[in-house]
Structures are given as structure tokens and as C-alpha cells.
Nanobody, 121 residues
Framework: QVQLVESGGGLVQAGGSLRLSCAAS????????MGWYRQAPGKQRELVAT???????NYADSVKGRFTISRDNAKNAVYLQMNSLKPEDTAVYYC???????????????WGQGTQVTVSS
């Protein structure tokens, strides 16, 4: 069964940095887009950054210039380097991936369990 597992969250002071990691495991045929979302208390989940299978990246305006998404396709992994963190970045961060399982023809979006990022002022 396909799973996504995030790591790298924690507590950091404003202006600091964190690097989130996400690795997909299981019976995977291929992965196209991967991305990061976040959900703050009392708010809806929002897109942070995405990376497609053809190299396109996109960022939310609120993180543009501060966050960088990257991929390691050999490891089925995606990373989010977060610099110049602000208190408003505090949220649970979720990894997502569009994955074709080994025994299925179609792609499906999968989600990780989330990792907490807390930025103190």
C-alpha cells in the first residue's frame, strides 16, 4: 500500500529555517506531481508549493522567495526548505503526491500524516 511520511517539523524562532522531508513508499509505479500543503488552527488547508513531474514549480504568494520545493525522484521524495520563517507559517504541513500504484492504471492523490511546524515570535 502506498504511503507518504513527512518529517522535519519542529519549533523554530522567527527568522529561522526548517527543512521538511517526505518520502513515498509502497508499491509505486510512478509519481508525477508532489507538493506541500499546510493547515493552521481554525483555517482551511492551503497550497504551499508544488512540483510537477516535468519540473514545473509553483508557490503560494505568502511563501514565495522564502520556501523552496525540491525533488529526489530516485528516492520518491520531496523536500521543502523553509527560510525566514514567520509566526504565520505555523501550521501542520502535509505532503501530497499524485501516484500511480504498481497494480493500478490510474493516478490518485495521496496525503501524508502531517508534521507540525511552529514558529515563535
Amino acid at each position: 500500500q502506498v504511503q507518504l511520511v513527512e518529517s522535519g517539523g519542529g519549533l523554530v524562532q522567527a527568522g529561522g529555517s526548517l527543512r521538511l522531508s517526505c518520502a513515498a513508499s509502497g508499491s509505486i509505479w510512478s509519481i508525477s506531481a508532489m507538493g506541500w500543503y499546510r493547515q493552521a488552527p481554525g483555517k482551511q488547508r492551503e497550497l504551499v508549493a508544488t512540483s510537477t513531474g516535468v519540473g514545473y514549480t509553483n508557490y503560494a504568494d505568502s511563501v514565495k522567495g522564502r520556501f523552496t520545493i525540491s525533488r529526489d525522484n530516485a528516492k520518491n521524495a520531496v523536500y521543502l526548505q523553509m527560510n525566514s520563517l514567520k509566526p504565520e507559517d505555523t501550521a501542520v504541513y502535509y505532503c501530497s503526491a499524485d501516484i500511480r500504484p504498481a497494480r493500478l492504471a490510474g493516478m490518485n492523490k495521496y496525503w501524508g500524516q502531517g508534521t507540525q511546524v511552529t514558529v515563535s515570535s
